[in-house]
């Protein structure tokens, strides 16, 4: 069999229930044995169980064997055409969506990233990876969500969003380096880590978890010499075509083709506050520099924020 491409529609399998609560715990007890075996290095329990649980639903779907923890390859699993698996999962209370709300009216597609130092490192052999998303309930302000949780805790699932080869991830995905500044939601935040941004929306994906057995290495390659693909959300390609114009880079209709192309209609909201846009203008009038005109033009594109007396 060779794999057919589905698009990528996160597959959700739920983890509550006695075979829930039993795979949680097994993934708590793995994770705690290879802190044991290979020490700090390996990452938090937390995140080693959250990886182990993965993988212990994508072994179960296929009929594999459990896990070995004391392996370490670089990869999760092997498929029967020798492809190489790597089983990426990132947890959080909220369940994964595939587009999100975010400021000005205008939806953010999601995304995931990947540890650099990773990717880039020739010792792990992988050969693709399949993109997870653990959704838990809450926990403590600032820390994770800690396996295996309670028997009658409902909101443990699974997100399985799709596969992407190794060295496609290495040439199209996007590299931050530690510092950079991302949106979730309507809130920004500074990565910790050196990460590669990779969009869901570009993902190989699955309509049953049996179809990863079909991954052969044709599908590999054929993944890897995949024309590139745009791994932004739609508004920051806007507002980086917005600053090239002003660079004097590019010229100002190529930003109407790429509002266009991404169905991106109106104004996109700008990472500072429209108040602060207001000011400048303002003391550029008292400079004698520009006008009431140009307040004028910009209460078209952005309003004004005023104090409602709260926070």
């Known amino acids: 069999m060779t794999y057919v491409y589905y698009p990528p529609t996160p597959i959700v399998v739920p983890l509550t229930g006695d075979a829930g609560f039993k795979l949680r715990k097994t993934a708590q007890n793995l994770a705690i044995e290879t802190g044991r075996l ?80 990773q990717v880039y490192s020739d010792k792990l052999e992988t050969d693709i990876y399949i993109l997870t998303h653990l959704e838990t309930p809450k926990a403590p302000r600032g820390s994770k969500t800690a396996l295996p949780g309670t028997l009658r805790q409902k909101k443990w699932k699974l997100y399985v969003c799709g596969w992407v080869s190794k060295k496609r991830v290495k040439r199209e995905g996007v590299y931050l ?46 993944d890897i010499e995949t024309p590139l693909h745009l791994h932004l959300t739609s508004v920051d390609a806007v507002r980086i075509a917005i600053d090239l114009v002003g660079f004097r880079i590019m010229n100002k ?15 996109v909201p700008t990472i500072l506050n429209p108040n602060q846009y207001y000011h400048l203008l303002r ?5 004698g520099k520009v006008n009431d005109k140009e307040i004028k033009k910009l209460a078209a594109i952005m309003k004004e924020v005023e104090y409602k007396g709260k926070g």
């Open 38 to 117: 290979r020490g700090p290095q390996s990452g938090s329990e937390a995140e080693r169980s959250y990886g182990f649980l993965a993988q212990m639903v994508i072994r179960n779907a296929l009929g594999m064997p459990p896990i070995n923890p004391a392996k370490d390859e670089g990869f999760d699993l092997s498929l029967p055409s020798g492809v190489k698996v790597d089983i990426k999962c990132r947890g959080g209370t909220l369940p994964f969506k595939e587009e999100y709300e975010g400021s000005g009216g205008f939806k953010r597609e999601a995304k995931h990233n990947f540890f650099a130092n």
């Open 177 to 222: 380096p530690r510092g950079s500044i991302t949106e979730q939601g309507n809130q920004w935040f500074a990565y910790r880590s050196e990460e590669i941004e990779f969009y869901n929306r570009h993902l190989n994906g699955f309509k049953d978890l049996k179809d990863i057995i079909t991954i052969d290495k044709k599908d590999v390659k054929r």
């Open 253 to 267: 209709k190529l930003v109407g083709f790429i509002k266009q192309n991404l169905g991106i209609n109106g104004n």
């Open 283 to 287: 003391w550029l009038k008292s400079k």
